[in-house]
C-alpha cells in the first residue's frame, strides 16, 4: 500500500482481556518495527522483525506481549491479560531494509485504553 | 544507553515568531540525528536528518545543525506558521553496531502556533 497502515485505529479493552494490534506495512519493506508512546513521552521500542523473525525483541515489556510477522508482511502484536498500565499509542513502523541509510515509515498508531 | 533530551513545552508562539526547539543527546560513537513530527491525529513524520557532525539538516523552512561539541540538534525555524502546530520529536539512531535500526526518542514538545 501507500504507507503504513494499523488496525484499529482506536480500542477500548477490559482489564484482563486479550487484545491484537495489526500492522500493514508497506509492500516489499523486509524490516518492520512496533514502538510504544505512551502520554507525554516519545515512543520506545518494543520489538524489530527482519523478515519473519524478531531480530530483536528485548523491548517488549513482559511476557504478556508477543508479536508475530508470519509471512514476512502483515505483523500482529498480541497482549494478554492487558492492564491499565498498558495504555498507550502503540505505533508500527517499516523499511526497505534495516540499515540506517533506510528512514522509517511510521503508521498513524493504535491508541489502546485499559479500563 | 543512548538518550534524548529536549525541551519541555508546551511552546506557544504567534505566527511569524522565530522558533527554537532545543534537543541534546548522550550516546555512544556518533549517531545520526533526526527530528520527526506528529500533526494532530496523524502518524510519526520525519521532518530532517543529520548523519555525521556538522551536517545541516533542512526542509519545510525548519533547521537543525549537528553540533558534536555540544552534543546538540537544535530546532530552529525563522517564521512560524499556524500549520507549523504539532508535536516535535528529537531522535537518535547509531549508524553502527547491533542495534542500528533503533530509534530513541526524546518526550517531543508540542507546539502551539497562534494565528
Known amino acids: 500500500g501507500a504507507g503504513v497502515s494499523q488496525t484499529p485505529s482506536n480500542k477500548v479493552t477490559e482489564k484482563g482481556k486479550y487484545v491484537e494490534l495489526r500492522c500493514d506495512p508497506i509492500?516489499?519493506?523486509?524490516?518492520l518495527y512496533w514502538y510504544r508512546q505512551s502520554l507525554g513521552q516519545g515512543p520506545e521500542f518494543l520489538i524489530y522483525?527482519?523478515?519473519?523473525?524478531?531480530?530483536?525483541d528485548s523491548g517488549l515489556p513482559n511476557d504478556r506481549f508477543f508479536a508475530v510477522r508470519p509471512e514476512g508482511s502483515v505483523s500482529t502484536l498480541k497482549i494478554q491479560r492487558t492492564e491499565r498500565g498498558d495504555s498507550a499509542v502503540y505505533l508500527c513502523?517499516?523499511?526497505?531494509?534495516?540499515?540506517?541509510?533506510?528512514?522509517?515509515?511510521f503508521g498513524s498508531g493504535t491508541r489502546l485504553t485499559v479500563v | 544507553g543512548d538518550s534524548v533530551t529536549q525541551m519541555e513545552g508546551p511552546v506557544t508562539l504567534s505566527e511569524e515568531a522565530f522558533l527554537t526547539i532545543n534537543c541534546t543527546y548522550t550516546?555512544?560513537?556518533?549517531?545520526?540525528l533526526f527530528w520527526y513530527v506528529q500533526y494532530p491525529g496523524e502518524g510519526l513524520q520525519l521532518l530532517l536528518k543529520?548523519?555525521?557532525?556538522?551536517d545541516k539538516g533542512s526542509n519545510k523552512g525548519f533547521e537543525a545543525t549537528y553540533r558534536k561539541e555540544t552534543t546538540s540538534f537544535h530546532l530552529e525555524k525563522g517564521s512560524v506558521q499556524v500549520s507549523d502546530s504539532a508535536v516535535y520529536f528529537c531522535a537518535l539512531r547509531q549508524n553502527s553496531g547491533g542495534s542500528n535500526y533503533k530509534l530513541t526518542f526524546g518526550k517531543g514538545t508540542l507546539l502551539t502556533v497562534n494565528p
Open positions: 509492500s516489499g519493506h523486509t524490516a
Open positions: 550516546a555512544t560513537g556518533y549517531p545520526s
Open positions: 522483525f527482519q523478515g519473519t523473525g524478531a531480530a530483536d
Open positions: 513502523a517499516s523499511s526497505p531494509r534495516d540499515s540506517p541509510i533506510y528512514g522509517y515509515t
Open positions: 543529520a548523519t555525521k557532525a556538522d
